[in-house]
């Protein structure tokens, strides 16, 4: 068996406990458990072999996209919750998994350093993008939202939802936010909102915090740390220095998304919104007709832009951050040490290799390279062969379109500077990985050997 079944039984004797709770309840003799229906089982069957139309994410030689399974525990108490079904719009819908949440949230929060915030969980990084600079319109209004280049697609849509003016601020060859022309752009007097990206999806490079912030102190505008990928990262005590002084400076902005999702170990519809000052919650202020009665306390519903919202999300988080604090040193920040270190290592050992070209040392755990060739026609098609041939072995990698200044550093290529080309791209976010990493790369020696020998 290579799927974990661990969580079966916790959750079979966690079901029973919960159950206890509602013991004092007449028992439901119109309902009488069913006899077991064979359909069950039949139907069950067939989504089983469907979802056997999958890539192995789970598996280490899945080395692709930013995709693995959630931690037992995460499974095991989302499953649990689902027994209950709570809903954390309003408390009278989930009081114990609001309360949760709330713990939860704010324990992320403590991460980078705020011992108050105004936060929640949603249904992932784009809706706590777009709550980010929704707030930002608020407080700004019409004036610009600018990200890099590099920074995510979702962006410049939100800012299209929200009619928000949107610019992209160039990187530099290391797909980070070029401060100098961030400065041009401030210069001009419009910006509402500079986001800036603590991990950058196609290749981890992570904006220069100390930079920007500098600039913040210049002109005045709202600072956004999109960190739905890279921010857990900060628990890591491997990062570069450079890499290691932005993420210090995570807790300087005003608002961050982080997706636990991503690198909290969760299942998808996890993302998380955090605001420095508690009082934007004033943004939100709406009046339901339906709900918010139970209690005078805050129902999460004042202060997210989604309605109902699964407590089982809130309940696995919780659940998993009792089992592994987000704190330095820990079991958790373990695991992402050994995905920075598997980067690391596989980095050095495509730059020592004459049939790779890699254009920058890795920030997080993501390496893009790739094969060496003269041309960006001739590398892209490279790339294309490649990645078909190591999925035929059981490798399975990602591709990603890059600027070709990337490899601006490289010899004896031809190119335009505005050209883009296609690359191999690795997100080594199992922490597996690091011990997999001989496999894998002779895996993708024998492939290279293949294919660039002709
Ligand atoms: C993944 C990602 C997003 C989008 O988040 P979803 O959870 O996929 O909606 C936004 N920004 C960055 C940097 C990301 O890596």
Redesign the pocket.
């Known amino acids: 068996m290579h799927l974990e079944e661990t969580t079966l039984q916790l959750l079979k004797d966690s079901l029973q406990q919960l159950d206890g709770g509602f013991a004092a309840l007449p028992a439901i003799t119109e309902n009488p458990a069913p006899a077991p229906d064979p359909r069950l089982a039949a139907v069950m069957n067939e989504v089983a072999n469907k979802l056997q139309d999958n890539y192995p994410y789970f598996h280490p030689l899945y080395a692709g996209q930013?995709l693995k399974p959630p931690h037992p525990i995460a499974r095991a108490a989302y499953a649990l919750a689902t027994w209950i079904n709570p809903n954390n719009h309003a408390l009278d819908g989930g009081r114990a998994s609001s309360a949760m949440e709330k713990e939860a949230v704010a324990q992320i929060a403590a991460m980078f350093g705020w011992q108050q915030h105004l936060g929640h969980l949603c249904?992932?990084?784009?809706?706590?993008?777009l709550e980010a600079l929704w707030v930002a319109g608020q407080l700004n209004p019409g004036k610009k939202i600018v990200a890099s280049d590099q920074?995510?697609y979702?962006?410049k849509r939100i800012s299209a939802v929200l009619q928000l003016p949107f610019a992209n601020v160039p990187s530099d060859i290391r797909g980070r936010m070029d401060p100098s022309a961030l400065e041009k752009m401030l210069a001009a007097g419009d910006v509402g909102c500079v986001v800036a990206?603590?991990?950058?999806?196609g290749t981890g490079s992570v904006d220069p915090l100390p930079e920007i912030l500098r600039l913040r102190e210049r002109y005045n505008f709202r600072l956004h740390v999109?960190?739905?990928?890279?921010g857990y990262f900060t628990l890591a005590s491997n990062l570069a220095a450079e890499t290691r002084a932005s993420f210090d400076r995570i807790g300087l902005a005003d608002s961050i998304?982080i997706?636990p999702?991503?690198h909290g170990l969760q299942p998808?519809g996890c993302?998380c919104v955090l605001f420095r000052d508690p009082l934007v919650g004033a943004i939100y202020k709406h009046e339901s007709p339906y709900t918010y009665f139970s209690s005078s306390e805050l129902h999460l519903g004042e202060i997210s832009l989604e309605c109902s919202r699964p407590g089982a999300s809130a309940v696995a988080l919780w659940a998993t951050q009792r089992l592994l604090p987000l704190v330095r040193g820990g079991e958790f920040a373990g695991m992402l040490e050994a995905s920075r270190d598997a980067a690391l290592q596989f980095a050095q050992r495509l730059a020592s290799d004459t049939r790779w070209m890699l254009p920058f040392a890795p920030e997080l755990d993501i390496v893009v390279w790739a094969p060496r060739a003269k041309t960006v026609a001739e590398i892209s098609a490279l790339s294309q062969r490649i990645f078909a041939a190591t999925a035929r072995q059981h490798l399975h990698l990602a591709l990603v379109r890059v600027p070709f200044r990337f490899f601006a550093a490289q010899h004896n290529l031809t190119g335009a500077r505005e050209d883009t080309v296609l690359c191999l791209r690795s997100v080594l976010m199992k922490p597996e990985h690091r011990n997999w990493l001989g496999r894998i790369w002779a895996i993708l020696a024998g492939v290279a050997d293949g294919a660039l020998s002709r």
């Not at 249904?123 to 993008?129: I, K, S, V």
């Not at 999109?226 to 890279?230: Q, S």
């Open positions: 930013m249904g992932g990084g784009t809706m706590a993008n920074s995510h979702t962006h990206t603590a991990g950058t999806t999109d960190a739905a990928y890279g998304v997706d999702h991503k998808y993302g």
